[in-house]
């Protein structure tokens, strides 16, 4: 089998039964990366060094027969997600030299496991943006067309999936930045529900919204990553002390029987037509598997993307306010007068141009006179769209929507920021009620790019959702980019 | 109020970049604004009440990182964070 048919099974298989070693496997994604990178630009860190000592280790307990299901498997990470003793940047100049001395909670539980690191992919800055292109550091493009974004802001890991430069990767999803980029790249991306994986060692943008999810060729592999990562941890005062069920265990079963809703607004105008009709297609089709379509209504969806900005951004300010050129992080070379230059001067030279927009209009919203007519609203319009959730899930079990309203467009069309807000009018929603929700694709434009859709799930039922997406993805031929 | 906005934030922009800021900030207030339209209140109980205070965590000593390790991504000199001189 090629590298490139490969899914984390197959990987298991033929590592248990030496047909492959962890070296060899890791040895072929790093010969993809010289090879394509240098035009995909989908990592910011390489850790080749690193990996093959990680194989070698992982390669004496595959010996040894005592493998966990990831020992041995190699992993990008998103560069937001803290590695001890590996840059950490955010895509951010301000964290440009950042080496975190510790280990992010996630990251300790896949080294416990003895995978293999490839690298640190790249992000919009500080994940704030869904197409990469806010990234200081590698601009990432799709894999289908060079000529277009990879989404975002997980566009590094999205891009380094589909290109076949690593078999799985970790992104980080606060308003669709794992869900958007799998669409846009053609590949599967799972959001978990909120509090399922701890945030400690995340990189902070907005706290009550960022989730750790995966990135992969398909519903099963990020199963088998969520299985690896999820549970409670001391650290994270928010991570949940449910139980991590084995969330590929579901996959296989009938979806006879299962009812999926439509939400009308989802698929109204503003949407493009051929991004309707290939999401409506893939409903026909769980349709004749047996499931039952069910139509509904979210009508605050008119206003998720303010409420999911004005929240986001609230956070972010005062999440970022921790950059101040002392404890960690860019320091001007300027010589200063006083503390309050230093900050200053440190924050302007190290922050890109859309992140500071986001932190001023956070501290706008949260500025007295402001609070009550945009943060207090935006938090009652969180509760409206739980509660219309809520309502919803009472006469369904998953949610169809589309993952994005276009597919991937040219980097050019980034540089209005309203219309690249308005643009993440599919994602945001779920991110505002901490649902889980997974985008796999389920069809190509006349262009031949990926159009993804996304399965929306009850709170810490990802099993449905995976299962679900499993089901179409097996009567799916993906189309591979040209590479 | 984007120069105020801009202070509060601890940023600063060049002449030309304030202006730009301004622009896109008006378009991205107007976005903002759609909240306005709809007649909600915020309850924070329903927010708050599943907190649940026995799962919060013992108020003991515990081991923290080393200082040397806390210290290895700053200006420091003796294991101590290095600012500007502010007293005279």
Redesign the interface.
Known sequence: MELKDMKLRDMRKALDSKQISSAELAKGYFDNIKKYDGEIKSYITVTEELAMQQAAAAQDIINKGEAKPLTGIPIAVKDNICTKGVKTTCASKILENFIPPYDATVMEKLNAQNIVMLGKTSMDEFAMGGSTQTSAFAKTVNPYNKGCVPGGSSGGSAAAVSARLAPIALGTDTGGSIRQPASFCGVTGIKPTYSRVSRYGLVAFASSLDQIGAIGLDAHDCGLLLNAICGFDIHDGTSAREDVPDFTSTIGESMKGVKIALPKEYFADGIDDEVRETVMKAAQQYKAMGAELVDCSMPSLKYAVSCYYLLACAEAASNLSRYDGIKYGHRTSTDCDSYEELIVRSRSEGFGDEVKRRILLGNYCLSSGYYDAYYRKALALRQLVRKEYNDIFEKCDIILTPTAPTVAYSPEKTADPVSMYQADICTVTVNIAGLPAISTTCGYDKNGMPIGMSLIGKKFREQDIIKAADAFEQGFTPVLPKM | ??KY??D??????SEQKLEE?AG??T????????????D????AY??NHDVFLP???CDSVVPS?ATD??V????SSDNC?V??K?VE
């Open positions: 109020m984007v906005l801009a509060l934030s601890k940023l600063e922009f800021t896109q900030m378009d991205i207030i107007n976005l903002m604004d759609t909240v306005k339209e709809i909600v209140t915020y309850d329903k927010d799962e919060l965590r990182m390790k806390i290895s991504n700053a200006v964070f600012v500007p502010v």
